[in-house]
């Protein structure tokens, strides 16, 4: 009997102590199942590293909704303190077992962010694939990059969210942005001829009301026959003006030097979008480093 129990009580102990780690394990594992569901699971924006304040978190996923239904595209950020595995494996799983492929026809887009590590992750699907090819994640990841370096974390979502609206842009235009695109072209010429037209037109109905009422008041003037009765009675007067120096400042600024952020590609790019398939099948495209 008492070794029984000695036995029972030996279970209880390996049990007690295993807890906090399938505890820790199950809190780094962001979805519910290996499933993928039919419908989104979580909001655009999850941040369980607690980077941003409430205010910024609410104005950002105001940010990341509003441009996802404007371009039928899930814009997703998402922070952790550590995860299992790979990184970009953690990326897409999250992406897929969280159901964000079910907007949209599977058309989106993923940063991570992992603290512990200081590592981030960048995963597109469907249609997104194409839209944010190599040389575009890793234009996207060079305008986060001093941000994220310097800890302002939410401004580098906001430009984060900034990069994708103008990528989704030149893309709309029918080409992605790519190594064949040395500028990035937001918009097309005839949009900018449309906004002069629009300018123009506005700018003339604006002037066209000051300027009948100035007619109007100039109804009861008169042309004068001389000049006389616009000379001063008091004479003409002129002064000296003169300019001189009085001091001179020369300051230099130091170019920033390159820090020593890191891309999964080494800065080597052929044109389009890498891709790989993630653990549910689903194929993907992405990058990943550390900042």
Not at 79 to 84: A, C, E, G, N, W
Not at 129 to 154: E, H, K
Request: proline share 3%; charged share 20%; hydrophobic share 35%.
């Amino acid at each position: 009997m008492q070794k029984k129990f000695a036995g029972i009580m030996l279970v209880m102990i390996i049990l007690a102590l295993l807890l906090p780690f399938s505890s820790l394990a199950a809190g780094q594992q962001l979805w519910d199942s290996y499933e993928v569901p039919n419908t989104r699971q979580k909001p655009r924006l999850v941040d369980q590293a607690d980077l941003l304040s409430d205010t910024e978190e609410k104005n950002l996923l105001s940010t990341l909704d509003s441009l996802s239904a404007k371009w039928k595209c899930n814009i997703v950020v998402l922070t952790v303190d550590s995860h299992t595995g790979p990184i970009e494996a953690y990326a897409d799983d999250y992406f897929d077992y969280n159901g964000f492929g079910a907007d949209y026809s599977e058309s989106g887009i993923l940063f991570m962010l992992s603290m512990e590590d200081r590592e981030w992750a960048i995963s597109t699907a469907g249609d997104a694939i194409r839209v944010f090819t190599d040389y575009g994640q890793d234009y996207m990841f060079n305008q986060m990059r001093g941000d994220l370096s310097d800890g302002d974390y939410y401004g580098a979502f906001n430009t984060y969210a900034t990069v994708c609206d103008k990528l989704l842009d030149q893309a709309a235009s029918g080409t992605p942005y790519d190594v064949n695109q040395p500028q990035l072209r937001v918009r097309t010429a005839s949009d900018y001829l449309a906004y002069l037209g629009y300018s123009v037109i506005i700018g003339l109905v604006v002037a066209l009301f000051p300027i009948l009422k100035m007619k109007s008041d100039l109804k009861t003037v008169h042309m004068n026959a001389s000049a006389s009765g616009y000379q001063s009675q008091q004479g003409m007067r002129m002064s000296v003006n003169s300019d001189r120096l009085v001091n001179k400042t020369l300051s230099k600024t130091p170019l920033p030097k390159d820090n020593d952020s890191s891309s999964s590609r080494g800065g080597g790019w052929s044109g389009g979008s890498s891709t790989h398939t993630s653990s549910s099948g689903h194929s993907h495209g992405g990058s990943h480093g550390h900042f």
